[in-house]
T-cell receptor
């Protein structure tokens, strides 16, 4: 079974609109962390936001917020007021238990339309 | 603060040849990772170092891939002999702490793009 599932291979969004990128995860470990990374065409993976499994509140970082629904095992990324520079691949990743290894999903290609 | 540095950025080799990639992590970062990202997929961990010791190399194809981090700072990943399916981006990453805690962020370099023909 996939540990991280991103069901949207590609999305097109109008500039200035909000967008939600879906991510579901599968783990039996009560301690885990969820990450979102942005990968522009240059190839670098840019860290966006982190949510710990014991965090009571949804994480926010500027225009990025993480909609964490623990019972549903989902960790969707919300980008508010999208900008042309947001066009990139977005990856959801999970770290389980005491390990530091990240397991990545297959990514969502987001394209912002002027 | 300088980010994770990788070289070369691009490499094209013929199958059965060898190639080496170099990585210099963020200064002071104890943990270094090499990930392989095949086109259309998410990155997959090849090997993880803490200082100069190997923590996890369970997904490293040891018959052809090798990696070292001799002085606990920079690292080299080698492929010999290369196969067509090794065509991928090789991402180096680093993190500050040598033990896992919440939010210990992993920072990535721009990657080394390998094409095997």
């Amino acid at each position: 079974a996939q540990k991280i599932t991103q069901t949207q291979p590609g999305m097109f969004v109008q500039e200035k609109e909000a967008v939600t990128l879906d991510c579901t995860y599968d783990t039996s470990d009560p301690s885990y962390g969820l990450f979102w990374y942005k990968q522009p065409s240059s190839g670098e993976m840019i860290f966006l936001i982190y949510q710990g499994s014991y965090d009571q509140q949804n994480a926010t970082e500027g225009r990025y917020s993480l909609n964490f629904q623990k019972a549903r095992k989902s960790a969707n990324l919300v980008i508010s007021a999208s900008q042309l520079g947001d066009s990139a691949m977005y990856f959801c990743a999970m770290r389980e238990g005491l390990g530091e290894k990240l397991t990545f999903g297959t990514g969502t290609r987001l394209t912002i339309i002027p | 603060e300088a980010g994770v540095a990788q070289s070369p950025r691009y490499k094209i080799i013929e199958k059965r040849q060898s190639v080496a990639f170099w990585c210099n992590p963020i200064s002071g970062h104890a943990t270094l990772y090499w990930y392989q990202q095949i086109l259309g997929q998410g990155p997959k961990l090849l090997i993880q170092f803490q200082n100069n010791g190997v923590v996890d190399d369970s997904q490293l194809p040891k018959d052809r891939f090798s990696a070292e981090r001799l002085k606990g700072v920079d690292s080299t990943l080698k492929i010999q002999p290369a196969k067509l399916e090794d065509s991928a981006v090789y991402l180096c990453a680093s993190s500050f702490l040598d033990f896992p805690v919440d939010g210990n962020t992993i920072y990535f370099g721009e990657g080394s793009w390998l094409t095997v023909v």
